[in-house]
């Protein structure tokens, strides 16, 4: 018999557990990202616009970025976290 | 604090299929990660075995020594590599190491940078094909521990959480170790405020990885260094925005003629930071940092005519690292470029040895 030592590492399950969960969208402040993308010009708008009739939120927030290079910058990022219940992030590159 | 799993198999000649079954290897064969290989992988770094160490992007897995020293076993590394691994371990589980790291669809891959005494200790090949293959158990074993641990600790497997359209063929095993006995210079790691008895670790988010021919028995030095210089202007990592860094490695022949003519490391770093630009025609990048732009002038103008934009690239973005064979009549060089949206594109640590 040949006693094997696993390699592999797993998240941390306390970090897992921190995490909030959202019991319903709907009603609740809403948050997007969008790098505008040029693939998703047509797509996002509608996207926005349907979660919006969806879920009727209270207020929505908005960041769209001009490049999708660089992260949106962390004061920006805090601020627009700190308005809302919820993010939708559009990513692409 | 998590305890690494224990399996078991029957036999040695079950081993290649059990590790392939559990997906604990990118492909390559490893070797048995046994209980007793592990243990004298600890026993000899001589701290706890569940001691966290951090976690490793971009899975977040917790890598602990015990979870680390099975990857170096698996790796081929004897007990001696494992302070090397350990503190390329720490500036991968360090935040100002991004998650980007490995998930760009750049297939960026990690390139492990080892300078000082320990490389002497622990006899890297440092010569003729620094890059390998060239039969160096520390550069091989260290460089696919390292990979290992991304693979295993970091869950970094294509399709699922790295997304790299082309893979890099370094990515296997990339590691070098900084020349000792033929560099004019102090190991690159003093640049970084380490002190020259010290040995570290530097890792680094790799991108291109170019050679560069610099012809110097034929041409002045002066043109060695625009040869340098414009293997940077040729790389659209330049154009783009974010942290870069940018690692030459040179032979020793080449290091040996620019410390001959009067050159330290540093303002070697200082008058190829000065020279390096490219050609409007070639700018594709907008300044902000971001999105494709055509070019306002493409096409419409000779050569001659064209003008030449300064990439703003500074001395500090720039290391120079020694190592390769010996080439009298012509230097060379490797070129490594980096660039990351967020965070810094290389983190050097000092290697704590065990007391």
Redesign the interface.
């Known amino acids: 018999?040949?006693?094997?030592?696993?390699?592999?590492?797993?998240?941390?399950v306390e970090?897992q557990a921190q995490r909030r969960s959202l019991d319903t969208p709907v009603g609740r402040r809403a948050g997007f990202i969008w790098n505008q993308y040029p693939a998703t010009r047509h797509f996002w708008p509608r996207l926005e616009h349907a979660l919006e009739t969806l879920c009727k939120p209270s207020s929505v927030h908005r960041a769209y970025k001009?490049?999708?290079?660089?992260?949106l910058e962390q004061a920006k990022f805090s601020e627009l976290a700190d308005s809302v219940d919820y993010l939708v992030i559009g990513v692409g590159? | 604090m998590q305890r690494a799993e224990i399996h078991r198999i029957e036999s040695i000649e079950q081993f290649t299929g059990f590790v392939y079954e559990q997906g604990w290897t990118d492909g390559l064969p490893v070797f048995p990660p046994t209980r007793e290989a592990v243990e004298s992988i600890v026993a000899y770094v001589g701290r706890a075995r569940g001691e966290v160490l951090g976690t490793i992007f971009p899975g977040d897995g917790e890598a602990t020594l015990e979870n680390v020293a099975a990857n170096c076993a698996m790796a081929g590394c004897l007990p001696e590599h494992a302070p090397v691994v350990l503190a390329a371990v720490e500036c991968l589980a360090d935040p100002a190491m991004p998650i980007t790291t490995t998930q760009s669809t750049g297939s960026a891959s990690i390139l492990t940078i080892v300078t000082g005494p320990v490389v002497g200790a622990l006899k890297f090949h440092t010569r003729e094909w620094i890059f390998g293959p060239n039969g160096g158990r520390a550069n091989a074993a260290i460089g696919r521990a390292i990979r290992l641990i991304l693979w295993n600790i970091g869950r970094a497997q294509p399709g699922k959480l790295i997304k790299g359209t082309m893979g890099h063929p370094a990515s296997w095993s990339y590691c070098i170790g900084e020349e000792q006995e033929l560099t004019p210079w102090e190991p690159m790691h003093v640049d970084l405020g380490l002190a020259a008895t010290d040995s570290a670790v530097t890792v680094m988010k790799a991108g291109e990885h170019s050679q560069l021919a610099v012809p110097i028995n034929t041409v002045g030095l002066n043109e060695c260094i625009t040869l340098l210089a414009r293997g940077i202007g040729r790389l659209g990592i330049t154009t783009s925005g974010g942290k870069r860094g940018f690692v030459y490695v040179i032979n020793p022949s080449l290091a040996q003629a620019f410390a001959r003519a009067g050159f330290t490391r540093d303002n070697l770093r200082t008058v190829i930071a000065e020279r390096a630009f490219k050609y409007s025609y070639d700018w594709q990048n907008d300044s902000n940092q971001g999105d494709a732009m055509p070019c306002p002038d493409l096409d419409t103008k000779a050569p001659t005519e064209r003008g030449i934009v300064v990439a703003p690239i500074t001395p500090d973005e720039i290391h120079v690292v020694v190592g390769g064979g010996e080439a009298p009549q012509m230097g060379q060089c490797v070129s490594v470029s980096s660039r990351s949206s967020a965070g810094k594109p290389m983190l050097t640590k000092r290697i704590r040895f065990p007391a």
Do not use: D, H, Q
């Open positions: 018999m040949i006693e094997l030592v696993s390699p592999v590492g797993y998240p941390k970090a001009t490049n999708t290079w660089m992260p590159a």
